[in-house]
Structures are given as structure tokens and as C-alpha cells.
């Protein structure tokens, strides 16, 4: 976990395009009683959104739109395993018919 200082000298972005992203919620770092708590994964954001912005020319309503779109796939992505797990375990403890 990164503080704001690190986390804006790794990636490469100014505190106040942080800021920014915070307050569109393109990154959702953890508050803590010592600020803001940066992970691997808001580290991986920001270079999506760089990438987006500057190699592909996405404007901030796109960078919006994928950053949505892209959510929505890992939380679907996290019910499927979570369903999959109970049906296998379902499965796994029925007695076998024959």
C-alpha cells in the first residue's frame, strides 16, 4: 500500500490530477486516519487510464465508461467463482446415485 506522496511519485501523476481521479472515482483508494491508501491495483488503473488517454486518445467520458465496464466484469466475474464454488461443494457432498 502506497500514501498519496508515493503513490503520485510512482505512477507519475500530479497530486491534483489525483485528486481528481479520486473524485470521479476512477481510482477508490482505502481511507485511512492517515489519508488515502494506495494499492497495486490503483497502480494498475492509472496506467490503464494513461494508456487510454494518450496512446488511444479516449477521452475522460470513455476512460469513464471502460473504467465502469470494466468493474462490472470482475464483480461478475467474482459471483461467477463464488456460484461455482457452492455448486461444487453441492455437488461434491450429494450422495452418489446409481
Do not use: Y
Not at 481521479?21 to 497495486?40: D, V, Y
Request: hydrophobic fraction near 45%; glycine fraction near 10%.
Amino acid at each position: 500500500m502506497f500514501d498519496a506522496t508515493e503513490f503520485c511519485r510512482i505512477s507519475g501523476i500530479q497530486q491534483e490530477a489525483l485528486a481528481d481521479w479520486i473524485e470521479a472515482e476512477w481510482l477508490r483508494p482505502r481511507q485511512t486516519h492517515n489519508g488515502w491508501r494506495f494499492s497495486m491495483i490503483d497502480l494498475m488503473r492509472v496506467q490503464l487510464v494513461l494508456d487510454l488517454q494518450g496512446q488511444m486518445g479516449v477521452n475522460d467520458e470513455g476512460v469513464a465508461v471502460i473504467l465502469h465496464l470494466l468493474d462490472q466484469i470482475h464483480g461478475l466475474r467474482r459471483a461467477l467463482r463464488g456460484t461455482t464454488s457452492a455448486t461444487m461443494r453441492r455437488v461434491s457432498g450429494s450422495p452418489v446415485r446409481g
